[in-house]
């Protein structure tokens, strides 16, 4: 893997340009070990952290600002129980959980994090008559009207469901001790195609819409999550794949914010070849605002935020 790398993103001088500029890479073995299957940001308690999972499931945090030395390992208990696959941060009645999902058997495990950085006794959701939660390569935890939805599909079968996440009166029956008080439902059922890939989910105002690749037949979709989940996502931009350099060979596409939300996305090669995205209002395209060559073989990028400063971590 390469040397863990962070890159500080910033408004260029000229309209429609960004700087991007590395700031910091790791040297030696630490403080970022290597084999972290799933790395994402999480704000605990107002303080921006990283937090970073194994094979096993087993965690680190590291607190990350916004000059040297910017990303510093601090005390946890962090634990999703299993391995996992997919690996989601969100917030749901105030608190910040994590969302793990294990494809092959298909739980959806949701795990509060305490201000101590420890996890706390989880929510597990599991279904295996239709529809069934195994099989997933999108787990995607939304906001739709001030109310969390989980959005998966699956590349292999073309599966696309919604389920709604409530925050209930008292745990569900049967529930260990400690178990938060949540209900997760399915609301909506539906088909796709085949082999999309490349999810990189944005909001424009209240708005949910996502960015997504099929590599079967080269397309290149926007998507717009409807207000109304019961009646799932309608296309709003289709066969956008002439604005992109090579689609079939972006190995990440990565969503993050600038200028108090607005959306982009960065877009990335195993070679290096590295372009920053801004979408456009119509959702009929986007902007390249930057471009340069990165580390090479990253198989992660985690954008975050401390205070003002963006940053992105190529791991």
Known sequence: ????????????AKRDTLNVKEVWSQSGATPLAAGYSQIVPLSVAGQPYLLAFDAKGEGSAFRV???????????????????????????????PYLLAYSAAKGPMTFIPIANDLSSQPSYTFSRVRPPATSGFTVTKPIVINSLVYVLCYSYTT???????????????????????????????????????????????GAEN????????????NIDHVLDDPTLGTTEVGTYLQDQLDDPKNIDIAQPFTMNGGDPYF???KKSGSTGWYRFHGDCQGWTKEAESDTVKGATQIVPYQVGDDRFELFY
């Open 1 to 12: 893997m390469p040397n863990p790398t962070l890159y500080r993103v910033t408004d260029g």
């Open 65 to 95: 600002s916004s000059k040297a030395p910017w990303i510093e390992p601090v005390a946890s208990k962090l634990s999703l129980g299993a391995p996992a696959d997919i690996v989601e941060p969100f917030i749901i009645g105030m608190n």
């Open 158 to 204: 073309g599966d696309v469901d919604i389920f709604s996440l409530s925050v209930t009166a008292t745990p569900q029956p049967g529930s260990k001790p400690g178990t938060p008080p949540l209900l997760m439902l399915p609301v909506w059922v539906h088909q796709w195609a085949k082999n999309w890939t490349r999810f990189a989910f944005f909001t424009m």
């Open 209 to 220: 819409f996502f960015f997504k690749i099929n590599m079967g037949k080269l397309n290149v």
């Open 266 to 268: 960065v877009a990335y």
